[in-house]
């Protein structure tokens, strides 16, 4: 929280922001790689990917149909909704307590030999309002070279979710290249969160991305995402975003299962297509900490 014409992501510089910001999660997730590709039609992939266009991604519908379903017809255990955060594109509407710090890190490979390996912390200062600041380390390879760029991200919360089961969080980033020490970019994010119950939680994000590369502009970003704790310590999460823009390939899908020891600790297991736009099967591993958030 992803584009192609048939550049590997490892020729183009902008080609591996535009990876970063495909799989930019929460603003941590999901972020970016924007400078130099040579083909107009790419943008793709972070917080966590490109490669050559291979149409649609099939994975989508099951994955649109089972969101669906959870919505409308599964019951709902006594639970905690899923919160979202690591490796998914599609964020939600909360942040941890002043003070409160997270660790995220997670590896994604995908069939065509492209991986991408991301490390995010990020901690909730009060400046007046609750705010998370963070940052996200990415190292990814693609065509045999590697890369690594740098996010600086902000998320705060002015509707936070209540009895009503509605809250509203607006994010951003600022994408930084550390080997030329420049700037490439910034993403905007608003994420708003529907609780329907205490195991099922719906996300809807909406946004848009600078790029300074080429191609140049302003792209708009969006997904649905639906988490559901159907047992305790279990959670089923899958999402379906996009980044629309000359080139683009849409739509991208993740669907994964999330067990949770203790309420400070996740591990998830995901399957992804399409991620940044390359049309490649991918599997991710991830692992979040949280620490002062009890």
Same mark, same amino acid.
């Given at each position: @929280?992803?584009?192609?014409? !048939?550049?590997?992501?490892?020729?183009?510089?902008?080609?591996?922001? %535009?990876?970063?910001?495909?799989?930019?999660?929460?603003?941590?997730?999901?972020? /970016?790689? @924007?400078?130099?590709?040579?083909?107009?039609?790419? $943008?793709?992939?972070?917080?966590?990917? @490109?490669?050559?266009?291979?149409?649609?991604?099939?994975?989508?519908?099951s994955v649109l149909a089972f969101a669906l379903f959870m919505i409308?017809?599964?019951?709902?255990?006594?639970?905690?909704?899923?919160?979202?955060?690591?490796?998914?594109?599609?964020?939600? /509407?909360?942040?941890?307590?002043?003070?409160?710090?997270? #660790?995220?890190?997670?590896?994604?490979?995908? /069939?065509?030999? &492209?991986?991408?390996?991301? #490390?995010? =912390?990020?901690?909730?200062?009060?400046?007046?309002? =609750? $705010?998370?600041?963070?940052?996200?380390?990415?190292?990814?390879?693609?065509?045999?070279?590697?890369?690594?760029?740098?996010?600086?991200? /902000?998320?705060?919360?002015?509707?936070?979710?209540?009895?009503?089961?509605? !809250?509203?969080?607006?994010?951003?980033?600022?994408?930084? &290249?550390?080997?030329?020490?420049?700037?490439? !970019?910034? +993403?905007?994010?608003?994420?708003?969160?529907?609780?329907?119950?205490?195991?099922?939680?719906?996300?809807?994000?909406?946004?848009?991305?600078?790029?300074?590369?080429?191609?140049?502009?302003?792209?708009?970003?969006?997904?649905?995402?639906?988490?559901?704790?159907? +047992? =305790?310590?279990?959670?089923? +999460?899958?999402?379906?975003?996009? $980044?629309?823009?000359?080139?683009?390939?849409?739509?991208?899908?993740?669907?994964?299962?999330?067990?949770? =020891?203790?309420?400070?600790?996740?591990?998830?297991?995901? %399957?992804?297509?399409?991620?940044?736009?390359? !049309?490649?099967?991918?599997?991710?591993?991830?692992?979040?900490?949280r620490i002062g958030d009890n």
């Amino acid at each position: @929280m992803d584009t192609t014409s !048939g550049e590997k992501l490892g020729k183009s510089p902008e080609r591996r922001n %535009y990876m970063v910001l495909a799989r930019y999660h929460s603003l941590t997730e999901s972020v /970016a790689r @924007m400078r130099g590709m040579k083909v107009p039609a790419s $943008i793709e992939a972070a917080s966590r990917f @490109m490669g050559p266009r291979q149409g649609r991604v099939y994975a989508c519908p099951s994955v649109l149909a089972f969101a669906l379903f959870m919505i409308l017809v599964v019951p709902t255990p006594k639970a905690f909704a899923a919160r979202l955060g690591g490796a998914y594109y599609v964020d939600d /509407a909360e942040i941890g307590k002043p003070g409160s710090c997270e #660790f995220e890190s997670w590896s994604s490979f995908a /069939a065509n030999g &492209d991986r991408i390996a991301v #490390f995010s =912390p990020a901690c909730v200062v009060n400046f007046g309002a =609750p $705010i998370e600041l963070g940052t996200n380390i990415v190292n990814l390879r693609s065509d045999g070279q590697g890369d690594t760029i740098a996010t600086l991200t /902000a998320k705060t919360v002015p509707i936070p979710i209540g009895p009503s089961g509605f !809250g509203l969080a607006i994010a951003g980033a600022v994408i930084y &290249d550390p080997g030329h020490q420049t700037g490439n !970019g910034f +993403i905007v994010n608003v994420p708003v969160s529907f609780d329907f119950s205490k195991s099922l939680r719906v996300n809807v994000n909406f946004g848009a991305q600078y790029n300074d590369g080429d191609p140049r502009g302003l792209f708009a970003t969006g997904g649905v995402g639906v988490s559901w704790n159907f +047992i =305790p310590r279990w959670s089923v +999460i899958s999402e379906v975003f996009a $980044i629309m823009g000359p080139g683009q390939s849409n739509p991208r899908a993740q669907s994964g299962l999330r067990y949770s =020891p203790t309420k400070d600790i996740d591990w998830d297991l995901i %399957y992804g297509r399409n991620l940044t736009g390359e !049309g490649a099967n991918w599997i991710t591993m991830a692992l979040t900490i949280r620490i002062g958030d009890n």
